[in-house]
């Protein structure tokens, strides 16, 4: 299995720590939180990854220079990063990841490696991972299931729709990810939708009726860094 993070974008939100590093390199414990997603990785025995990056792409060519993982690591280039939303960055790497079951993992997560692991255990073939919460704010990308079945993933659905949050990871299996860059490469050829989330491109395969499920963390821990508070919060964590 192929797993694709998504680390290009240029952080708007997080400009003070942001300005001479990419987010995904901002320091967590004895690592960061790119460190952190590959040693999660390296434990549940997935090693071929491909980084779809953009801003300050050098300082993660310098990052591998001077760190070593027994991984294979493909950096691609994503000239649109500032641009654009994921849905392009996701887009850019199309032609590494086609014909392979693929995962993909934004960029800014951090989380147990537990959760990489309940991944890879569901038998379904086309999963997003989720976590159930209480109540759901305008900035979740919320779920609506029937069962584990996946029917709908915005940020727009009102709170008390909402069956859970989808915490952007994932997995495809090879025909899976080939439905969803296919959509992709249509979706692209539309100026406006170079704006939106990828995730707007699995509704529109879930519309066009491939089979997507959802399975939850549990109680497994994981976080988005999206603004300084959660940076803050998750910085000095322990994490397994």
Known sequence: MKVVILAAGNSSRLINLTRENPKCLLPLNHTTILGKQLDSLLQVGLNEVIISAGYKIEKIEEYFEGHSWDLSI???YN???DISNNIISLWNV???IR????MIINGDNVFDYQILETLLQCPYENVLMVQVKEEYDGDDMKVRTDGERLLAVNKSMMSSEASAESIGIMKFSASGINHLMDKLVS???IKENHQVWYLRAIQEVIDDGLPVNICSIGDSIWE???FQRDYKRVRNMQWD
Not at 99 to 102: A, F, I, Q, S
């Open 99 to 102: 014909d392979h079951p693929t």
């Open 94 to 96: 199309r032609h590494l």
């Open 224 to 226: 988005e860094v999206d």
């Open 79 to 81: 000239p649109f990063y």
């Open 74 to 76: 493909h950096i691609e």
């Open 187 to 189: 979706m692209a050829t």
